[in-house]
């Protein structure tokens, strides 16, 4: 019994020597890097990427030469490249949202670099944070409503990408006209204006670049950088997003409500569309009705057959309004 058990292990053991020794000499390594590794005969690598010598954002200059902010640069530049899922999702999102986005920023004058602000602030996505940020822009209620973003039980206009992107121009107009520097409106947005103020006091320092603060606030601005130089540059960082599979922005028709709906799933189920669909269009209603005083009246976004228009229309719609 023991020596049938012992010999049933011996070829098994010898099975699976011969089977890997097969496997090694069928794929032999190729040739020893300097670092002591085996290179890849495969076409995927990992690398590092030449940094230009020139990097500006809004039209402001970043200091490279500095190796504090070259390699913070290099860092936020590997870490959005390597997380493939991540990237590639933004790059697919952007396509639908940022003809949205951009006439709102050149109607407000503000640069459209900016744009990327709210890509590492939710992803593009209707997000809510721990502290109870949502949307696009991530505005805390109390600020909502400072920059009049309507918020009751039937309706959260931070949840409306229009209407919150234009809250956030005029966040950061004030900002700028605080700081004079786009990169430390960026700072101020993810900071706090308070705090800001208080880095640059008590540093004596006049600049993003020279201020230490929590490592989220400094990796902030080159987050914003690093997307920007991949999304204008995509094959260079290895995407490839074949243009007839990014989304592609949304098909509606504006219509308003000036009564009270007391039930969007009937709304909804009358229009031949479902209420899923109808949330989609429109994240910012809250709740299944919606309560219109007299003489108040919303806009909401009824989807239409296909669903998808083209940038340049859906750009003419919102430039007309």
């Known amino acids: ?31 020893q890097s300097g670092l002591g590794v085996l290179e890849s005969d495969q076409n995927y690598r990992i690398v590092s990427f030449d940094l230009p010598d020139e990097v500006y954002f809004a039209g402001e200059r970043i200091p490279v030469e500095l190796f504090m902010t070259r390699e913070s640069l290099e860092r936020e530049l590997i870490v959005n490249t ?47 944070s721990p502290a109870g940020a949502v949307g696009f822009w991530q505005f805390l209620k109390g600020t909502a409503k400072d920059y009049d973003l309507e918020i009751n039980n039937d309706v959260d206009m931070r949840y409306h990408v229009e209407f919150s992107t234009a809250a956030a121009c005029r966040y950061l107009l004030e900002s700028y006209q605080k700081y004079g520097s786009w990169s430390l409106v ?11 103020d208080g880095f640059l006091s008590d540093q004596k320092a006049g600049s993003y670049f020279d201020l230490l603060m929590a490592e989220e606030t400094e990796r902030y601005l080159f987050r914003m950088i690093a997307i920007k130089m991949i999304l204008e540059n995509p094959g260079k960082y290895g995407f490839f997003p074949e243009a007839e599979k990014l989304y592609p922005p949304l098909n509606f028709e504006l219509v308003t409500i000036d009564k009270t709906i007391d039930s ?21 209603l809250r709740s299944n009705q919606l309560r219109v005083k007299k003489g108040q009246f919303y806009t909401i976004k009824m989807p239409k057959h296909p669903f998808n228009i083209t940038h340049h229309e859906l750009e003419q719609r919102y430039l007309r309004q």
């Open 1 to 31: 019994m023991l020596r049938n058990l012992f010999l049933a292990l011996l070829f098994v053991l010898l099975a699976g020597t011969s089977g890997w020794l097969f496997f090694y000499l069928a794929s032999p390594p190729t040739s």
């Open 82 to 128: 390597y997380w493939h899922s991540s990237t590639l999702l933004l790059l697919k999102r952007a396509n639908r949202w940022f003809p949205v986005i951009e006439p709102i920023l050149e109607q407000y004058g503000i640069p459209d670099d900016i744009k990327y602000l709210s890509m590492i602030e939710s992803g593009l996505t209707n997000a809510q």
């Open 186 to 196: 960026a700072a101020s947005y993810n900071a706090g204006k308070r705090r800001i």
């Open 264 to 284: 969007w799933a009937d709304y909804a189920r009358e229009h031949n569309i479902s209420y899923k669909l109808l949330k989609y269009f429109n994240p910012w």
